[in-house]
């Protein structure tokens, strides 16, 4: 049985970016664990199980929430310290503003990307604003694991949408940088393909999606790139 891992955030993850690949996956026979930066339950954003937000809507909002408080997985994660990319055929880094003050600044979590693209047969798939962590992350030469790469992940253009003039997130936290310009200034290749309704991108090992919308995309474009057939 394939097996896939899911780094979760512990401060803000957004539902959809986790559920529909874990869910995508599921389908698809893996075998899925899931690890948070210290072993606690991963938290959820609040604002990705909103009915009333027009970009989530009742139904989402209502399977990501019961995935979230069923799951037994996501109840009952691994530390990352734990955990060793050789056992996995995949790992899956969800995204939301979270990540930006847990995963992305974790030296393990950092340390199993490394692993997964530079072994023999790992995957990753790295979603919305977990794709700063190619920025922050150093492959074996010291260079971030970024630079050359062909990448998607949250724009620029929509983070302007979501913070005010001090990039404080609306629940007052105050964004500690910019997805894009981490990305860019590490030497990423970076398009959002803005203009489209999804946007996945792959670069050898490591396949990329934009945000929430493009994350089921990006789980069938992982599975067509560990060459595991679905039934879709």
Known sequence: ????????????????ECVEPLTTLDDAGFDVTV??????????????????NPFVGAETAERVEEVHETDERLNDPVPIAEVDADD??????????????DVNQDRHARSLLRETLEGEDGKALVVCHTLAILAFARDGDGEPLASGRDVTGFPNEWEADIVDEN?????????????????????????????????VRVDGDLVTGRGPRSSRAAAETLLEELGVQTST
């Open 1 to 16: 049985m394939p097996s896939a891992l899911f780094v979760v955030s512990e401060k803000g993850y957004w539902g959809e």
């Open 88 to 101: 996995y055929d995949t790992v899956v880094f969800p995204g939301g503003h979270g990540v930006e003050w």
């Open 35 to 52: 690890t948070t930066p210290t072993g606690s339950k991963p938290v959820i954003d609040d604002t990705s199980i909103d009915p009333d």
């Open 167 to 199: 990039d404080l997130l609306p629940d007052g936290r105050k964004l500690p940088y910019w997805v894009e310009d981490e990305v860019e200034a590490a030497g990423g290749n970076w398009d959002a393909e803005v203009d489209q309704d999804v946007s």
